[in-house]
């Protein structure tokens, strides 16, 4: 066990609906990140947050967004889904804001998310 | 934009043959970071390489980090089935995020 949480474990929804996937990070871990893993692909990453603020932007598409809250929880909003969307959203957590310099980064069981 | 690629993709071994993954970087890491992810789990960090030369052991692991820190393997004697996962090294991009590499899957045959 990680220490980092997500919910839900599994969402199966339409194409053209909006999701929010949710993050906890372990506990005292500043930074959250999230990455999308389709079939057979890597981990890419998607956005870093630290301490509320957004850190690192990576290959996210625009009908995505996600931000940190002050209890340090993110959320991963995703919009006006497509069949491609489909995949696995992990979130991660570390302790600071290098976000992989030095830093190890936690990750969470993941959020497996079907579109229909 | 820097990539990391790790060779091969797959990997099928007999239980108890070794096993070797290589990751190849387009710039210098600062450091090297390596994760496993079991079949239907989430990667776990294994370990990480600063300095150029590095090497590090955990059990039947030993990993690499090359001279010119633009490389790195992760080296597995005698595999088991426990070894089963797919392999990801990760580098810093910049002064932040991480870069995974594409990863290796291994498999073993009993």
């Known amino acids: 066990d990680s220490g980092v949480t997500q919910t839900p474990k599994h969402l199966i929804t339409a194409t053209g609906q909006r999701v929010t996937l949710r993050c906890s990070p372990r506990?005292?871990?500043?930074?959250v990140y999230w990455y999308q893993q389709s079939l057979d692909q890597g981990l890419q990453f998607l956005i870093q947050?630290?301490?509320?603020?957004?850190?690192a932007k990576g290959n996210i598409l625009e009908r995505f967004s996600a931000q940190q809250f002050p209890d340090l929880h993110s959320e991963l909003n995703l919009s006006s889904l497509e069949l491609g969307d489909s995949a696995l959203y992990f979130c991660?957590?570390?302790?600071?804001?290098?976000?992989?310099?030095?830093?190890?980064?936690?990750f969470g069981p993941g959020t497996r998310l079907l579109v229909l | 934009g820097q990539q990391v690629m790790q060779i091969p993709q797959y990997q099928h071994v007999q239980e108890g043959e070794d096993f070797t993954t290589y990751c190849n970087s387009s710039?210098?890491?600062?450091?090297i970071q390596w994760y496993k992810q079991r079949p239907g789990g989430h990667p776990v960090f294994l370990i990480q390489?600063?300095?150029?030369?590095e090497v590090k052991k955990q059990k039947r692991l030993t990993f690499q980090f090359g001279e010119a820190k633009k490389n790195s393997s992760l080296h597995i004697t005698a595999t088991q089935t426990t070894d089963v996962g797919t392999y990801f090294c990760?580098?810093?991009?910049?002064?932040?995020?991480?870069?995974f590499g594409t990863g290796t899957r291994l498999t073993i045959i009993p």
């Open positions: 991660a957590s570390s302790a600071g804001a290098s976000g992989g310099r030095q830093e190890t980064q936690y």
């Open positions: 506990s005292g871990d500043l930074s």
């Open positions: 947050y630290y301490n509320g603020e957004e850190r």
């Open positions: 710039t210098t890491l600062s450091n």
């Open positions: 390489l600063v300095k150029s030369g």
């Open positions: 990760a580098g810093p991009k910049g002064n932040e995020k991480l870069t």
